[in-house]
């Protein structure tokens, strides 16, 4: 218990406590506090970017993997279909929103769209019931075909609540002639996360000799 006795706080063994010496005390308490908080802060920052460096370049690695078995890419509307003339997906992507773009390139909502986990997951691409044939299903080529999953779980969404995107239409015949580059040269395929700032920074379409990584982006190129 403390008393006071001519402008100082006396506890019950004698000890005497000026104003200004408790009032020093708190602020260093609050500055603490303070310092807690931004580091504390800064780790879950840190803590998001890990996740999403790491899922965009397990989303890439598992269509790597699909591409090997299949030799083709998880891009079509239907499983029996992989030729210069059946239809694509344009832009494969996770749940979530749709990040916002800095670069007018992506146009989400104007592009042919399909889950990530139609075809990494369930086999099931363009939700058309038509499913890649499976390992040991090809007569000419028993052991190519669809081995998935080829991942656990396709992440809900990156750590800021956007979408995983892939522009996976350029990694066909059919989109990479739409690239309208010169002979030789390819477009740049790539899984994505828009980064804290939920901003797309990196254009929809380069070449993939001169691709370059925009602002906050994590980015994995499969080609």
Same mark, same amino acid.
């Given at each position: @218990?403390?008393?006071?006795?001519? *402008?100082?706080?006396?506890?019950? %063994? *004698?000890?005497?406590?000026?104003? @200004?010496?408790?009032?020093?005390?708190?602020?260093?308490?609050?500055?603490?506090?303070?310092?807690?908080?931004?580091?504390?802060?800064?780790?879950?920052?840190?803590?998001?970017? $890990?996740?999403?460096?790491?899922?965009?370049?397990?989303? *890439?690695?598992?269509?790597?993997?699909? @591409?090997?078995? $299949?030799?083709? &890419?998880?891009?079509?509307?239907?499983?029996? &279909?992989?030729?210069?003339?059946?239809?694509?997906?344009?832009?494969?992507?996770?749940?979530?929103?749709?990040?916002?773009?800095?670069? =007018?390139?992506?146009?989400?909502?104007?592009?042919?769209?399909?889950?990530?986990?139609?075809?990494?997951?369930?086999?099931? !691409?363009?939700? &058309?019931?038509?499913?890649?044939?499976?390992?040991?299903?090809? &007569?000419?080529?028993?052991?190519?075909?669809?081995?998935?999953?080829? @991942?656990?779980?396709?992440?809900?969404?990156? !750590?800021?609540?956007?979408?995983?995107?892939?522009?996976? *239409?350029?990694?066909?015949?059919?989109?990479?002639?739409?690239?309208?580059?010169? $002979? =030789? %040269? %390819?477009?740049?395929?790539?899984?994505?996360?828009?980064?804290?700032?939920?901003?797309?920074?990196?254009?929809?379409?380069?070449?993939?000799?001169?691709?370059?990584?925009?602002?906050?982006?994590?980015?994995? %190129?499969?080609?």
């Amino acid at each position: @218990m403390r008393r006071r006795t001519q *402008g100082f706080w006396k506890d019950n %063994r *004698g000890i005497a406590t000026s104003l @200004m010496e408790a009032t020093l005390v708190i602020t260093i308490a609050a500055v603490l506090s303070t310092v807690a908080i931004i580091s504390s802060s800064d780790q879950v920052a840190d803590a998001d970017t $890990t996740t999403s460096h790491s899922e965009v370049k397990l989303i *890439g690695v598992s269509i790597l993997s699909f @591409m090997q078995d $299949t030799g083709y &890419s998880p891009a079509y509307l239907a499983g029996t &279909s992989n030729g210069a003339n059946d239809s694509i997906v344009e832009i494969l992507e996770s749940d979530g929103s749709d990040p916002s773009d800095s670069t =007018g390139t992506w146009s989400l909502k104007d592009k042919k769209t399909d889950l990530l986990t139609n075809h990494l997951t369930q086999n099931n !691409p363009g939700n &058309s019931k038509v499913a890649y044939k499976r390992v040991g299903e090809i &007569s000419y080529a028993r052991f190519q075909g669809w081995n998935g999953p080829y @991942m656990s779980k396709i992440p809900a969404a990156d !750590p800021w609540g956007d979408r995983y995107i892939v522009n996976i *239409g350029f990694s066909t015949s059919q989109g990479a002639a739409k690239a309208s580059f010169t $002979t =030789g %040269r %390819r477009p740049a395929v790539f899984v994505i996360s828009a980064g804290p700032n939920r901003t797309l920074d990196t254009k929809y379409l380069q070449a993939a000799d001169e691709f370059v990584e925009g602002g906050d982006d994590e980015v994995f %190129r499969i080609q």
